[in-house]
């Protein structure tokens, strides 16, 4: 268990709805990162929050969006979604107390989602 | 921008025998190299990382790796494998852009 948990397990939703995952870091971590797997892009680094602000930016598609709040949990939302967007979501969470990005990321069980 | 290959998609090996998984990166700084195991249905579990200092770095369930900066690799070593390690293997690279280029992973098929 690596102290990163994140609700639902399992989502499925029809295309064009919107849908929000939620993550919680391990206690006292400051970053959260979130990744997406999937079958043809493999894990894919998608946008990283920093004591509440965004850090950092991959390959994050404008119809999602995320958030961290002031108590560091985090939400993914995913909007109007449509069949590729079907795939494993992953968060992760690192301590970052310096503000570097040297500490190593611990990922939560994922958040499969299935747009039908 | 750095990036990850893993040359094998899948390896099948017998139970006890050895086991190496490759990686090669590129980056033009000093990288920051992990690897990961997704067991089936699971999340990413941390198996060992390289920052600096030892190039040869010990990990949990028995792993090590060893980063070769001549080579650009950070291959994964496992001396006897258990049919427990049957899984799939991430090697990734951190850099100052606060992200984790992953490689496509390799599948590890362990047989009795």
């Known amino acids: 268990d690596s102290g990163v948990t994140q609700t639902p397990k399992h989502l499925i939703t029809a295309t064009g709805q919107r849908v929000t995952l939620r993550c919680s870091p391990r206690?006292?971590?400051?970053?959260v990162y979130w990744y997406q797997q999937s079958l043809d892009q493999g894990l894919q680094f998608l946008i990283q929050?920093?004591?509440?602000?965004?850090?950092a930016k991959g390959n994050i598609l404008e119809r999602f969006s995320a958030q961290q709040f002031p108590d560091l949990h985090s939400e993914l939302n995913l909007s109007s979604l449509e069949l590729g967007d079907s795939a494993l979501y992953f968060c992760?969470?690192?301590?970052?107390?310096?503000?570097?990005?040297?500490?190593?990321?611990?990922f939560g069980p994922g958040t499969r989602l299935t747009v039908l | 921008a750095q990036s990850v290959t893993q040359p094998d998609i899948h390896i099948t090996v017998s139970e006890g025998a050895s086991l190496e998984l490759r990686c090669n990166y590129s980056y033009g700084a000093t990288p920051y190299l992990f690897w990961y195991v997704q067991s089936p249905g699971q999340g990413l579990q941390l198996l060992l990382k390289y920052f600096s200092g030892d190039t040869l770095v010990q990990g949990i369930k028995g792993f090590e790796a060893e980063f070769k900066r001549s080579q650009s690799s950070f291959n994964l070593r496992k001396p006897s494998v258990h049919w427990s390690d049957a899984a799939e293997y991430f090697c990734?690279?951190?850099?100052?852009?606060?992200?984790?280029?992953f490689g496509a992973g390799t599948t590890v098929t362990v047989r009795a």
């Open positions: 206690s006292g971590d400051l970053s």
């Open positions: 992760a969470s690192s301590a970052d107390f310096r503000g570097l990005n040297t500490d190593t990321q611990y």
């Open positions: 990734a690279v951190g850099a100052d852009d606060y992200k984790l280029s």
């Open positions: 929050y920093y004591n509440g602000e965004e850090r």
